[in-house]
Structure formats: C-alpha cells, structure tokens
C-alpha cells in the first residue's frame, strides 16, 4: 500500500501512543454503558466464529476485549507506527506493555464472572491466540487501498472508534463510510463510534494529544452519522449514546454516538 505524502498526516509520526492511553484510558470507570451494548452485540455469534477488524484502532484494543471470545481471527489496522507498535508490545506480552487488565476484569464482570487474576489472564490468552496481524491503514488517502494489502476482507465485523470525526467535511466521511462498508461481508456489521453534535452541546473543536493539535474535528450530528450509513448500504441495528468525560486529561466533555450498522446483502 503506497503511503500518501500530506504534511497534515506527519504529524502522527510523531504521535505519542502512550500518552494517549494513559490520558484516555487510565480507567474503565463511565463507559460501562458501552461494554454492555458491546457484549451484548457479540452474544449473536458462536465461539470463535467471526472475523474482526479494528480499523483505525489507534494503540486501544478496546474492542477486541468484547470480541476475543466470539473471534476466529482479528486484525488491527491503524495509520501512526508508534499506534501499532504499542498493540504489538501488548500482543508481544513485553513487560512494559500498556495494561489492559482492569477492562479485562470489567469486561468479565459485566458477563456475571468474578473477574480474577486467572480469568483475566485466560482471557488474555484467548485475546493473542486469535491475534493475526497489524497493519498499516489510511481511511482518507485518495488511493483504492485503504487498508495493508492482503488485509481487505471482507470481515464479519469492522470497528472503528474515534476517528471519523477528524474527516475533513462531510462528503470526506460519507465516502469514507462507504470505504469502511466495502471491508465488511454481506450481512456483516460496521460498528461506528464518534463525537457528534446535539442541541445542547458541540464537540471539541480539534483533536489534541499532549501539546499538539492534529486535526480539526468534523461537526456532524446522530442524524448525519446514520444517514452516512444508510448511503453506504447499512442498515443501522443499534444506536447508543453516552458522555465521554475527558475533563480532568483534556479539558472538555464529548457526546458519544454508537452505532452498529448491518450491510445489506
């Protein structure tokens, strides 16, 4: 996959992964909401049955933690090196890897399980049993590819969490959307989730990690995201919604839209 040149996308060779997770990921406390719709979303498919991909996943391998059980195979695509080296040292089991275990336990106890040491560590090694490749992906270059090659799909199921509001307008992120449809199976399932904008409030104005700001971000309303979803041939299955509070690592609070969408065959 040919790399495309922008001097807006150097600014991710220098994204600080680490910083990322732990200023947004410190804790699994509020967004127990959304593991709930996850689980019960992956309750549909037979043990290790599914093919998943995190497009876009930055260094988090949230969603995989809902997925693991239900996965035959999982592949995580992001665009920043420094967001697949942390998945990798995580997959790696390196020592100073970021610890994803208190989600892990979070996760099992919202099943009804005790969440101990040994559940999270047999979890763990369901999760990097299953773990096929990470690679390389850019959803806004104007090349076909948008993904590694040899990683197109189709999937079962395709997440991509927090970055399609850093589209620069809205014809950007309904083409993009139907990229995304393009990686899922017939009958498969994109799942969605993004800042939108509501009447009470407005999303962050940029995207900001430590003390650099890497993009604008895209206004765009719950009516806006499923529309886009409808254009790109799915049906939307679940809409959830929450607030995410980033007040005490980055200053504000975001509206949250979830939404999973089924491609219609």
Request: glycine share 6%; with cysteine; proline share 3%.
């Amino acid at each position: 996959m040919t790399q495309d040149v922008d001097p807006e996308k150097t600014k991710y060779d220098n994204f600080d992964a680490r910083y990322y997770l732990e200023h947004y990921y410190s804790t699994p406390s509020g967004f127990e909401g959304m593991m709930k719709q996850l689980l019960e979303f992956y309750s549909r498919f037979p043990q290790g049955s599914c093919s998943v991909l995190n497009y876009a996943g930055g260094p988090s391998i949230e969603p995989f933690i809902f997925a693991a059980d239900k996965a035959r195979e999982y592949v995580h695509a992001d665009y920043a090196k420094s967001s697949r080296d942390e998945v990798q040292s995580w997959v790696r089991n390196d020592p100073a890897a970021f610890d994803w275990k208190n989600y892990i336990r979070v996760s099992l106890e919202l099943q009804g399980k005790a969440g101990s040491k040994e559940e999270v560590e047999a979890k763990e090694r369901r999760m990097r049993s299953v773990f096929k490749a990470i690679v390389f992906c850019d959803i806004l270059t104007e090349n076909a590819e948008v993904i590694e090659r040899g990683y197109e799909g189709p999937y079962d199921v395709v997440h991509c969490v927090g970055c399609m509001d850093l589209c620069p307008s809205y014809d950007a992120f309904t083409t993009a959307v139907k990229k995304l449809s393009g990686l899922v199976n017939d009958r498969g399932f994109l799942h969605l989730e993004m800042g939108v904008d509501t009447e009470e409030s407005s999303i962050q104005d940029t995207y900001v990690v430590g003390d650099i700001t890497y993009a604008k971000r895209l206004h765009v309303t719950k009516e806006g995201v499923i529309e886009a979803l409808r254009l790109a041939g799915m049906t939307p299955t679940l809409v959830f919604e929450y607030v995410e509070d980033n007040e005490a690592t980055a200053g504000y609070k975001d509206h949250i839209l979830m939404v999973i969408g089924q491609k219609s065959s």
